[in-house]
C-alpha cells in the first residue's frame, strides 16, 4: 500500500515540477528577458523534484496538519536559499 501511494506522490510531484517549468519555456518564446539554457532546466527540476518529494516523504511521518505545515516551511525556505544563491550567490 504505501509502495503505490509513494509512486503516486512521485507521479504528482513529477507532473507539477514539468507544470512549473513550463513557465520559464513559454517565457522564452514571448521575452527576451528570460534566457534558460538546458542546464538551467535541469538544475531547476532536480531542484523542485528534489524538494517535493522531500517534503512528499517527510510528511508521511508527520502526525498532524501542523507539522506538515512546518515541514513544507521549511522545504519551501531551503528551496529559496538555494535558489537565491544560485541566481545570484547571496553568500560568499
Request: glycine share 12%; net charge positive.
Amino acid at each position: 500500500m504505501m509502495i503505490a501511494s509513494l509512486h503516486k506522490s512521485t507521479f504528482v510531484v513529477a507532473l507539477a515540477t514539468g507544470l512549473m517549468l513550463l513557465v520559464p519555456l513559454v517565457a522564452m518564446q514571448v521575452t527576451d528577458e528570460v534566457n534558460w539554457s538546458g542546464g538551467d532546466f535541469v538544475v531547476a527540476g532536480g531542484l523542485l523534484f528534489g524538494t517535493g518529494m522531500t517534503y512528499a516523504i517527510c510528511a508521511r511521518l508527520a502526525r498532524g496538519a501542523s507539522q506538515r505545515a512546518a515541514i513544507a516551511a521549511a522545504c519551501l525556505c531551503g528551496l529559496g536559499l538555494v535558489w537565491a544563491q544560485l541566481a545570484v550567490g547571496i553568500f560568499k
